[in-house]
């Protein structure tokens, strides 16, 4: 068992605005995967007001081995979600939203439509909201991501999650060139939008791995790129190999730079969503 290094070591989450932000998100019973896949970061971002919502329920139909998000049979879609989650975020005053959501392979478009909804409702009722989405594949959904391309949010963001070598062990059910097509696509379709994926190290990955994907991004015209430190959410779940140090985090980040990423997000605690407003507003000094 490997013991947690000082760095890793985030603060239990209390306070006012904190406990707001909790009430806010259950009256609209809104699921995060804050919580739902136990963010260490949950008590610095909900105290900022940033909350990364999930929508399509709180179940999902496949079962990542890195994964802490719930797997069954889901609910059904709640038909009111894109109007309670658009009235949450006005509530929230967020300038910037994050939305993802549980893979639903058992839904004909893998839930494409209900992230168009609830784009629509956002700039219907707070319009000043810029909005980042992080989908799943929607493997074999034809037109899924295509759709939700077209609908245009800020930022489209989709999780490359590890190196090609451990797919097989870590994302079974999910293809890494199928991944990287669909950021190549979403960013022809829509030039005006920013992509964006992730990764997380401590899996096994060589550091020649990670600089093949970062390539591999780039060449997908991908704009932004986080690595965050994978932690073992249960016994059940995959084996951590190793905690990545705070210098080699730094290292990634120079690289991906010289790479050609207009914004690189890299250090232990670096989640998907992390900072995502400032990060934005980075992107959007950019251009």
Known sequence: MHSKPQWL???????????????????????????????????????????TVMILGSVCTRACAFCNVA????????????????????????????????DRDDLPDGGANQFI???????????????????????????????????????????????????????????????????????????????KSGLMVGLGETKEEILQVMDDLRSAEVDFITIGQYLQPTPKHAKLDRYVTPEEFEHYKYVAYSKGFLVVASSPLTRSSYHAEEDFNRLKACR
Request: proline share 6%; charged share 25%; with cysteine.
């Open 117 to 195: 909804q609830c784009i629509e409702e956002i700039r219907k009722i707070t319009s000043e909201t810029t909005i980042e989405i992080l989908t799943p594949d929607f493997l074999n959904k034809k037109g899924a991501f295509e759709a939700i391309a077209v609908a245009s949010p800020d930022v489209y963001n989709h999780n490359i999650e590890t190196v090609p070598r451990l797919y097989a062990k870590i994302r079974p059910r999910a293809r890494y060139f199928h991944s990287l097509y669909l950021l190549k696509m979403v960013k022809q379709i829509n030039p005006k939008v920013f992509t």
């Open 9 to 51: 070591r985030a603060k239990a989450p209390t306070g006012e605005v904190f406990n707001e932000t909790l009430n806010i998100v259950k009256l609209h019973n809104l699921h995060t995967v804050c919580e739902e896949a136990a963010c260490p970061n949950i008590g610095e971002c909900w105290n900022k007001r940033h909350a």
């Open 71 to 102: 797997t069954g049979i889901p609910d059904k879609l709640d038909p009111h979600e894109p109007e309670n989650l658009a009235k949450a975020i006005k509530k929230l005053n967020l300038k910037h939203v994050v939305i993802t959501s549980v």
